[in-house]
């Protein structure tokens, strides 16, 4: 740790929502994506759901384990990249429960 006193400003200051990875630069595109993301989420929950009663319990768990993998996904790839420039949009993205 630096001691207490006088400092140089920062030479170069980064902020999270202006990072080149974030996605939508107009909030109505960001909004229908949230919405594909949802629609696309439900059915994939509606695949697992099947697949808990008709498969063997050994490949019901690899299904489990890929479906999530896809999900995980979404998330780092696409919902974050999103809602880090369209914060305004986290209300939605909740009440749609991709985070």
């Known amino acids: 740790m630096l001691p207490d006193g ?3 400003p920062p030479t170069k ?7 080149s990875t974030n996605l939508f630069s107009k909030a ?4 229908l994506l ?10 994939l929950m509606a695949v697992i759901e099947q697949s808990r009663l008709v498969e ?3 490949e019901f768990k690899k299904i489990v ?3 999530g993998g896809i999900l995980a996904e979404f998330d780092r790839n696409l919902i974050q990249p999103t809602l880090r420039r369209h914060p305004e949009l986290l209300a939605e993205a909740q009440a ?3 985070i």
């Open 96 to 98: 749609n429960r991709l």
């Open 56 to 58: 063997p319990e050994d």
């Open 65 to 67: 384990q890929a479906i």
């Open 34 to 43: 949230l919405l594909a993301i949802s629609a696309c989420d439900k059915e």
């Open 28 to 31: 109505d595109q960001a909004s």
């Open 6 to 8: 006088e400092a140089n």
């Open 13 to 19: 200051v980064e902020r999270s929502s202006e990072r």
